[in-house]
């Protein structure tokens, strides 16, 4: 039975859906447009937020959490540029002011849609997460199996990790040393375990034992952000943030702020140290700056990804037709290793993924001045795939949110659905500035071969023991 308190929430969001595509349609008389979009876009954030928190009872969720990365990542830029008028971006005035409109708008309707659908789901289930497999009730030997995975990917990734930290702090930030270690595969697949071996011991392991993991943890990330890989580097961390806060908030009482306000100030502190990285990158001076101009600096830059739609935009339909559906349909493909494909035909489709495409288009008309990267985003994919009927696909990943993050309550979950709870979360986190194909290798990696990792080491150990 839907509760009144989300039939009035879904209400608000479709009527202020209707009046986002009015104005649309209608002349708004403004000499500025880009400056009212984005201001009225900040409205329509802050109202979404606070709708979701009502319908939701609760301030830190999964959906929460998700839902202001998606904002921060999808439009912080113009957010900042607008409430600052001394703030200037070189991104932004590089931009046809048309443009700028278009991918503002475009991305209000996105963000609106996303609401949509994680508030049809919301509170829908108290199960939204059913994991029920024989050989991950075994706690003793999933710990075993997660500990030889977390120390094979770890002697691979912590002295990579430390080199490359040695030669930035020697030498400076280096996009082309970033660029040669991420080019490694193995590197690439031992990072990709390393952290989610990590998390499944801590969703398994007596709390008594986390001192060294958490050691081990902490530092990684904090070695990730230091090379320059930021958004996987406070994903990792909010995620394990909010597995010791979901933890623990189990014996918290109802109405203490102390779990909250702590969360609060080590998301300060996240913020602080990202915003140091960066401008570090450039030998910058932030002594002199305030923490307000911290905490701008910091939303600007995440919302960089602001520019993907409307680099999209530029290019779509004019130059490249739209995909209809082909990147998701590839994205889908190229979870098949690719080295099991003899054909060459993953390798071919690796290359023209989004990211690769808009690097490309980029590099010709800006002569290679924007070469270290612009990233890409879900609501560009969803614009070069469907135009504007690309806020379905906004919906759709709202929806999805909503199903998974809405209603699990934390404390009936089991060891195997907090870890995937967690692990999705962070991947959720990181997918504002990716491609679909991105985030599904992540979930190939974090979840399909975990589980696959899992129940090839239990039924070798059981053999094994039989014999």
């Known amino acids: 039975m839907v509760s009144v308190r989300k039939t009035l929430s879904i209400a ?66 113009p957010i900042v540029a607008t409430l600052d008028k001394n703030y200037s971006s070189y991104y932004l005035s590089i931009l046809p002011n048309e443009i700028k409109v278009l991918g503002a708008q475009f991305t209000i309707l996105c963000i609106q849609f996303f609401t949509l659908g994680l508030l049809v789901f919301l509170n829908q289930s108290k199960d939204n997460l059913k994991i029920s497999i024989s050989y991950l009730s075994d706690d003793k030997l999933i710990i075993r199996a ?14 990579l990790y430390l080199i490359t930290v040695e030669k930035t702090i020697v030498n400076g930030y280096s996009q082309q040393l970033r660029a040669t270690v991420s080019s490694n595969g193995l590197f690439n697949i031992a990072t990709a375990l390393f952290m989610p071996a990590c998390l499944l011991i801590y969703c398994y392991e007596s709390k008594r034992k986390h001192t060294f993991l958490n050691i081990i943890y902490i530092t990684s990330c904090i070695l990730s952000l230091i090379i320059g890989d930021r958004t996987s580097g406070i994903g990792w961390i909010v995620a394990f943030v909010f597995y010791r806060y979901s ?71 004019g130059i490249t037709p739209y995909k209809f559906g082909k990147t998701y349909i590839e994205a889908l493909i190229l979870m098949i290793p690719k080295s099991i494909d003899p054909t060459g035909t993953i390798r071919n489709m690796v290359e023209n993924l989004p990211h690769e495409w808009l690097y490309s288009l980029i590099h010709i008309t800006y002569n290679g001045g924007l070469d270290f990267g612009v990233g890409f985003s879900p609501i560009g994919e969803s614009f070069l795939n469907f135009g504007w ?31 995937t709870y967690v692990v999705l979360l962070a991947g959720l986190l990181t997918f504002p ?33 039989k014999k």
């Open 146 to 159: 997660a500990k030889w995975l977390a120390i094979l990917s770890g002697l691979i990734v912590i002295p």
């Open 389 to 419: 009927l690309g806020v379905i696909i906004m919906f759709v990943l709202g929806s999805v949110v909503g199903r998974f993050f809405g209603k699990s309550d934390w404390t009936k979950l089991n060891n195997f659905e907090k870890y």
């Open 433 to 465: 500035r990716r491609t679909t194909y991105e985030f599904l290798k992540v979930y190939e990696y974090s979840i399909i071969f975990i589980l696959l990792y899992l129940w090839m080491f239990c039924s070798l150990f059981k053999k094994l023991h």
């Open 247 to 317: 933890e623990r908030s189990k014996n918290m009482k109802k109405n203490s702020i102390s779990r909250p306000l702590i969360i609060g100030i080590i998301f300060c502190l996240i913020i602080y140290l990202s915003f140091y990285i960066g401008y570090a990158r450039v030998n910058s001076e932030i002594s002199s700056l305030s923490p307000i101009k911290v905490l701008e600096s910091f939303v600007a830059e995440m919302g960089f990804n602001f520019t993907t739609i409307c680099f999209v935009m530029m290019y779509v339909p």
């Open 12 to 77: 608000i969001e479709i009527v202020s859906i209707i009046v986002t595509i009015i104005l649309l349609t209608s002349d708004i008389g403004s000499k500025n447009p880009f400056v009212f979009y984005s201001l009225y876009g900040f409205v329509i954030i802050a109202l979404n937020l606070c709708i979701i928190i009502s319908t939701q009872k609760k301030v830190i969720t999964g959906t929460t959490i998700i839902y202001s990365c998606f904002c921060l990542f999808q439009f912080g830029l």
